[in-house]
């Protein structure tokens, strides 16, 4: 997706993405409450003016690398063709995991695992999710069709939002784990359930 994108989106997109890093890193080692946002415009090179263009807060800028992945996997549903919303779904997701755990490094997921065991961050991070499974229900509810087509999305949307913050969780607490293979099992262990 990123190889559609001009030169100037692809320098903003490495510009929120260093910011992101920066604050993440610096949340590790010195806990989330104690990074200000002048430190970590300074660990990302730019200036405090720059961060306010990119971003509203610093919990933003904590969980950007989430917000893009999930943005991604809304707009990878968009293009799929119509069929079951489980597989539609499912299948979306295990090409972004796929792709984002060979990209993720195991001093990533330890400073994301601080983040994310800080309970003053946790309703970001359900504030975050709650918006992605609205937009996720919406998307599916569409493709149903029905006089409960709403509702049936939500629900779709819902189990598929669990299996996904608990393959990612799990994988989080368990790095030398695949996270696309927990994906599947999770996701089996849901369709047995359904």
Request: glycine content about 4%.
């Amino acid at each position: 997706m990123e190889e559609n994108l001009g030169l100037r989106e692809r320098k903003k997109m490495a510009t929120r993405m260093a910011l992101h890093e920066a604050a993440v890193r610096l949340a590790a080692e010195r806990g989330a409450d104690n990074v200000t946002i002048d430190a970590i415009a300074e660990a990302a090179g730019v200036s405090r003016r720059t961060f306010t263009n990119y971003f509203a807060n610093k919990e933003e800028v904590f969980y950007y690398r989430d917000a893009y992945r999930m943005r991604r996997l809304c707009e990878s549903i968009r293009r799929q063709p119509s069929a079951d919303p489980w597989t539609v779904l499912t299948g979306a997701a295990l090409e972004l995991l796929t792709e984002a755990s060979a990209e993720t490094d195991t001093s990533w997921i330890t400073e994301r695992r601080r983040l994310y065991q800080d309970p003053n961050h946790l309703a970001h991070q359900i504030a975050a999710y709650t918006a992605i499974e609205r937009e996720l229900a919406a998307e599916i509810a569409e493709r149903l069709g029905g006089t409960d087509a709403e509702l049936r999305g939500r629900v779709f949307a819902a189990s598929f939002m669990t299996a996904l913050r608990t393959s990612v969780q799990y994988w989080t607490d368990h790095p030398e784990t695949s996270l696309p293979e927990t994906f599947r099992k999770v996701v089996a262990l849901v369709s047995v359930s359904r």
